[in-house]
DNA sequence: TTGTATGCGTTATCAC
DNA sequence: GTGATAACGCATACAA
């Protein structure tokens, strides 16, 4: 009642194990007949070759590592969803890894992580993707990895990018074409590509549209609930107030509309509210938000994609593909001024 | 530049590899001074056993797997959070598996994940951890597992239990001291033990408390938002008005206030709303949500540890400690009668 | 097209 | 206490 080997196979077929291997690894060199011989007999006994003994041989550990530090718990799920749904077709398995970006020896722990498991492969999440540190680190130690972020920040072969210019850009446009005038934004930390693209895309285009955003109407928060209250604050003490605040994720707006709620003013009559990621909150908030959604899952699905076809050696293959564009999604929060 | 082996620590030392292995696994059988000098080289040489040669020759992987079927995705954040933390200090690694628990197959898919990659134990997270079918199933392999649950339905060493009835018989007693006497509840589904553990623990203190709450009161919710709204829409047209609702689960509260927002019904003045989990957008919706929290990532932590004892085979250290109790989090929705 | 022999880096069985 | 040597299950240079 033991798991099979490839010498229970190779023994039933009445071939030599290195023909079974053949199989296995689907070379061509093998004949219809025996093939398809072997490939019954594999079916019989339920044999799976046993991937510490094929990685120890091979060194190759058929394992994808997933790094990433604290952002939002549910585009984790998503990201995790996406990567699985790849990664079972290909055999492969998910290690999940998160780490503390801000840490001096995060890099290091992220190369340990990879040797010590043995890991073939990494798919690195927004803010550590964007750490040309880790990178260089990977490449130098000629490891294989996938970045997701919102900047075209390496190979297209290495990385799966959300347009965010393009999509703020889109938000611009839907905002003046409501009416608006005089907007404000609670930026992420600047520190951050995805924050200046995201500011960037917005304010470009709204000058292109004729509408100014002064320096007084951008203050820079740290993504969460938190500092969305203290910012919020911050801009709606100002005479005038603002006529619409977009803030750089969702859990921001959410301190928004709360500051709004206790200065009493209605969202989104008198202020309209827009956000980015469309999380859990996003639609259960009342008002419930307008936002920016990320297709999450497919850029997951993608980035694994890549992966797995660098570890087989196909890269040319991935290189072209590796933009996606997120979408507005108008929801409550926001209205003709 | 390679990876050193055991037999880079052997030859420096000047012993056999034997010696040097008993060393790695602290077996008892060396010399003091021979240990220490192995135990240099290892650090000078920063030496780490690969985990495939290792596993490939003890039958064993280093890999935890997480079973899961779709809880809310913070839970499951947190859950590997708890997990990881112990994990990283044993080396272990974790390896997801989503599953979908509603499918026939789903016992099969997790007997060939562990299989597959050889992982020497599971965590399975609720609701698939109160399937009685993957228990057997596991037993029957002899894979070692732990569930989180939050009914005791296994041996203490196999589970991990969070006393969801005596939580929620403290929620009752709060209730009743507000001076409430006409409580509703949206429960979860029958199908699950949970749903009905905290039905029981809630009604059954209710009535100890000279409080009951009628079958028309009592409405069997999906635990989804959408279903919340259907059956606070259910109850809120009743009349007389419930003073109270519990839902059996934050989603479902919000839905409530949701229902209660476009009733016009000011919530907590006309109606206290509870919820259960403490999710992300309890405290962010408004008015924020009294709610109920499970420890989640220390019984996550507390799984982790008695996984690996299992592994390790000091079974008998961990049964007797198994049971976590939730707390109530009292925030803005509920208000004395 | 197929088979033989060797190695991957560890643990485990013995004997010394 | 310590050390040869054989597994573990597979991949791969090299033959045939």
Redesign the interface.
């Known amino acids: 009642m033991k798991?099979p080997t490839i010498n229970d196979v190779a023994f039933q077929s009445g071939v030599s194990k290195r023909t079974v291997s053949r199989v296995i690894n689907g070379a061509s060199n093998v004949s219809k007949a025996t093939r398809e011989r072997i490939q019954q007999v594999i079916d019989e006994l339920g044999f799976?070759p046993?991937?510490?003994?094929r990685?120890?041989a091979a060194s190759r550990?058929?394992?994808i590592g997933l790094v990433y530090d604290n952002p939002d718990?549910?585009y984790?799920?998503?990201v995790?969803?996406g990567v699985?749904e790849i990664c079972a077709k290909q055999?492969y398995?998910?290690?999940?890894?998160?780490c503390s970006y801000t840490s001096d020896d995060f890099i290091e722990k992220c190369i340990q992580f990879v040797?010590?498991?043995?890991i073939d492969g990494l798919i690195i999440l927004p803010p550590v993707s964007e750490s040309k540190e880790l990178a260089a680190a990977l490449r130098e130690k000629e490891i294989k990895y996938v970045r997701m972020a919102s900047v075209d920040l390496d190979d297209h072969a290495n990385i799966v990018v959300s347009d965010d210019r393009a999509a703020l850009s889109d938000l611009a446009k839907y905002l003046v074409s409501l009416g608006h005038k005089d907007i404000a934004v609670i930026s992420g930390p600047k520190r951050y590509y995805s924050s200046i693209e995201r500011l960037e895309g917005f304010c470009t285009t709204l000058s292109q549209l004729n509408v100014d955003v002064p320096p007084h109407r951008i203050v820079e928060g740290a993504n969460s609930?938190e500092s969305g209250i203290e910012c919020a604050r911050e801009l709606l003490i100002q005479t005038p107030r603002p006529q619409v605040i977009f803030a750089n994720n969702d859990?921001m707006a959410?301190g928004v509309?709360?500051v709004a709620?206790e200065m009493g003013i209605p969202v989104p009559q008198e202020l309209s509210v827009v956000g980015f990621d469309d999380n859990?909150?996003a639609?259960?908030?009342?008002p419930s938000l307008t936002t920016v959604r990320r297709p999450v899952t497919s850029m997951a699905s993608l980035a694994a994609h890549k992966i797995i076809s660098m570890l087989k050696g196909k890269k040319a293959e991935v290189e072209e593909n590796y933009l996606v564009k997120p979408h507005l999604i108008i929801r409550e929060s926001t209205k003709k001024s």
Chains 1, 2 share one sequence.
């Open positions: 798991k799976s046993d991937k510490q003994a990685g120890l550990s058929y394992l718990a549910l984790i799920d998503q995790q969803r699985l055999h398995e998910l290690v999940v890894h998160p040797s010590r498991s043995n609930y859990e959410a509309l709360k709620h859990l909150l639609s259960r908030i009342i």
